[in-house]
């Protein structure tokens, strides 16, 4: 969760490796976060998504929506 400046606020992440999934006919991986309390200031949820590269990893830009880190994540805005 970021504040309205894009500080992160509260933080969680998760690494898909290229295993085999349980079940071949499901492709789709996810993975999620629980929060009990909103963090204070919190005004959206920041992410953002890269893939192995040689040596690091390397960030996918976002090409639409309220972004940052120069397009690097994409902010969802909190109800």
């Not at 499901?26 to 963090?39: D, M």
């Amino acid at each position: 969760m970021v504040d309205a400046s894009g500080a992160i606020l509260a933080n969680a992440e998760a690494a898909f490796i290229d295993d085999a999934p349980s079940d071949p006919n499901k492709t789709l991986r996810y993975y999620r976060a629980l929060y009990t309390n909103r963090p204070q200031g919190a005004t959206g949820i920041g992410f953002g998504i890269f893939k192995p590269a040689d040596g690091g990893l390397e960030f996918l830009t976002a090409d639409q929506g309220t972004r940052d880190m120069d397009a690097r994540r994409v902010i969802v805005p909190l109800p």
